[in-house]
């Protein structure tokens, strides 16, 4: 009904509030989906992932640029937020909120993404116990693994894949 890589984005934002797996399940999910478009509701998604990584780490300009772009995406897709279980009512206001704590500086406050469809919060609850998290629980600032993600992550691969494409354009030129 939903792609499991939605279900598990939704256990990881609303469960042990990993943004930065968040990120990288919808990213990779986005990439070899059909729509590969910038406006795509995943990347929508995976933009709010990333702000809330921000503004946990108090980038609150980071966490504002982010933000801002996932809302005009999701303007233009409110339909496609219903379909996937989102409630549009609660969805917006939500989002306007966290930007104004991003733009005035405030402290992170933990969200819970509101869904409207019952069987997709079953799922979601149901994995997060598979898991070991608990939906709707705060996020632990003592969890360095979650809140530094980026600069805890081994990033080898990221560098071989450069340290390649480099070289095939200085082949090519």
């Known amino acids: ?98 930007l104004a704590q991003a733009a005035n500086e405030e402290s992170y406050q933990t969200i819970t993404l509101p869904i409207s469809d019952p069987l997709l919060l079953e799922a979601c609850i149901k994995e997060c116990e598979n898991k070991g998290f608990n939906w709707g629980q705060e996020s632990n600032f003592d969890d360095e693994s979650i809140i530094h993600r980026h600069m805890l992550r081994d990033r080898t691969d990221v560098i071989k894949e450069r340290m390649k494409a480099m070289m095939n354009k200085k082949g090519n030129e």
């Not at 990779?28 to 478009?37: A, Q």
């Not at 640029?65 to 809302?71: G, Q, S, V």
């Not at 995406?73 to 989102?86: P, V």
């Not at 549009?88 to 206001?93: E, R, S």
């Open 1 to 98: 009904m939903y792609p499991a890589q939605y279900i598990e984005f939704l256990v990881h934002f609303n469960g042990d509030r990993d943004y930065f797996e968040c990120h990288e399940i919808l990213e990779e999910y986005w990439k070899e989906s059909n729509d590969k478009s910038k406006d795509s509701t995943w990347v929508g998604f995976i933009l709010l992932a990333v702000s809330r990584y921000h503004h946990r780490r108090r980038n609150f300009n980071g966490a504002k640029r982010t933000l801002e772009k996932a809302i005009k995406i999701f303007s233009g897709h409110d339909r496609e937020l219903n379909l996937l279980g989102l409630d549009c009512d609660l969805i917006f206001p939500l989002l306007t909120k966290l």
